[in-house]
């Protein structure tokens, strides 16, 4: 991955929604949207036309592991954080202790985290998926993590908006 | 990739075969075979279900550009040559020339080589194919290229059940 320290601004808010430098790179350049919903189009576009499977897996690399923290302290991580606050709310230790044991067999298998849209799914909801999924081939669990990816994307999406949206109140337009 | 160096004999002809290390290990588990039919539906099994996408792109990276020549001289290098003899006979040097300038437009869309079971075929086919896959989405392309990778491990499986055959004739068992 590039150096994040290379990419202008709007590029990193871009990756803190998809952790993929060509897709942080295209939608800097196809912005600014005029809303929220063509933002979405073109994450579309951009995610399942443009970036190749190196770069889905780039942005899989970004995730940290359900119902663990990232070490690191930006905005993805934040987003994550809060993603996952159901799933956190409602785990007792020895779910979140099966949860880390099925996720890192789902790593060992599948060789990249495994990807869900945790916003609003409770850790026990959060593993039964991820027990169904395991025995899928490895091609398919790839499209799998790759359209979970695109929901994550889109909720981020949409906070960033909203977050712009707070910063130019529609008055001072 | 692990280093070949810490491979067995078995494990580098099955690496020999097909370039994921997971693959060459696992057929090498498996083995011995008690004939063709039943390595090729191990390898079916191994590469579709066992080897995850890395070792796919593995796989993948250890193929020379259609048209050019590996700069390595070991087995999979002195099978490629053999594969893509009927590719190098037709073409001409314009021929050539668009086939290596379509290999790197692919290349630089997909992030890993254009693959195609090249045996038999002219360059002429071998252009019109890359060409005709070109549009594709990456995810479907990594999937072709996977089916291709298929086809060149069984016929590279032949090869080295015919050369065991040799070393050891019948009468000798």
């Given at each position: ?10 590029e ?7 952790g ?5 790179k ?7 949207f005029?809303s ?11 995610w ?6 190196n770069?889905?897996l ?7 592991q359900?119902?663990?923290r990232?070490r ?10 809060g ?21 890192s067999?789902?790593?060992q ?9 945790a ?22 669990e ?17 906070k960033?908006?909203?977050t ?10």
């Amino acid at each position: 991955m590039e150096a994040e320290s290379t990419m202008s601004a709007s590029e990193l808010e871009y990756l803190a929604c998809c952790g993929s430098t060509k897709f942080a790179k295209e939608m800097a350049m196809a912005s600014p949207f005029p809303s929220l919903k063509e933002a979405i189009t073109a994450a579309r576009d951009i995610w399942f036309n443009k970036v190749d499977v190196n770069g889905w897996l780039e942005a899989f690399s970004a995730h940290p592991q359900i119902g663990e923290r990232s070490r690191k302290v930006d905005t993805s991580a934040q987003w994550s954080k809060g993603e996952q606050s159901t799933a956190l709310a409602t785990a007792t230790g020895s779910g979140l202790q099966e949860l880390a044991e099925w996720n890192s067999k789902y790593r060992q298998k599948f060789g990249f985290v495994f990807l869900i849209c945790a916003s609003g799914r409770s850790s026990a909801e959060i593993l039964s998926e991820l027990k169904r999924r395991y025995p899928n081939r490895p091609i398919i669990e790839f499209e799998n993590a790759a359209q979970e990816q695109m929901k994550v994307t889109e909720l981020r999406l949409a906070k960033l908006f909203s977050t712009k949206e707070k910063a130019v109140p529609s008055g001072e337009h």
